[in-house]
């Protein structure tokens, strides 16, 4: 284990690990779908060079094989989904006093 050093960037760096890509991948699918992204968005992550592993699943799978994981993802799990609002709020009171005989309406 190495040491920390000050002069160490404070970035993450993807290693290699050994482990099953198909779970990796329902798990990456799965958090994102609770997160409310529809399945569309979730395959856009994977064809964005930024993101090298997921990138990397992409090319190794193909597009279409891929997007149809990530449906049969979304269809056993679903994709959460909520709404948000507030109630209205409530009107200013305003009193208005009656004219007085002789008063315009500009007073």
């Given at each position: 284990?190495?040491?920390f050093e000050n002069d160490d960037p404070m970035e993450?760096?993807?290693i290699w690990m050994d482990g099953d890509p198909n779970y990796m991948l329902d798990c990456v699918?799965?958090?994102?779908?609770r997160l409310g992204w529809p399945p569309?968005?979730?395959?856009?992550l994977f064809e964005s060079p930024s993101y090298p592993v997921l990138h990397q699943m992409l090319?190794?799978?193909?597009?279409?094989?891929?997007?149809?994981?990530?449906q049969q993802i979304?269809?056993?799990?679903?994709?959460?989904?909520?709404?948000?609002?507030e109630p209205p709020e409530d009107p200013?009171?305003?009193?208005?006093a009656p004219?007085?005989?002789?008063?315009?309406?500009d007073e």
């Open positions: 284990m190495k040491e993450l760096q993807g699918v799965e958090e994102y779908l569309e968005q979730i395959l856009r090319r190794a799978r193909g597009g279409e094989a891929l997007r149809a994981r990530i979304a269809r056993r799990c679903g994709v959460f989904r909520f709404r948000t609002s200013e009171l305003v009193t208005i004219m007085v005989q002789g008063e315009s309406e």
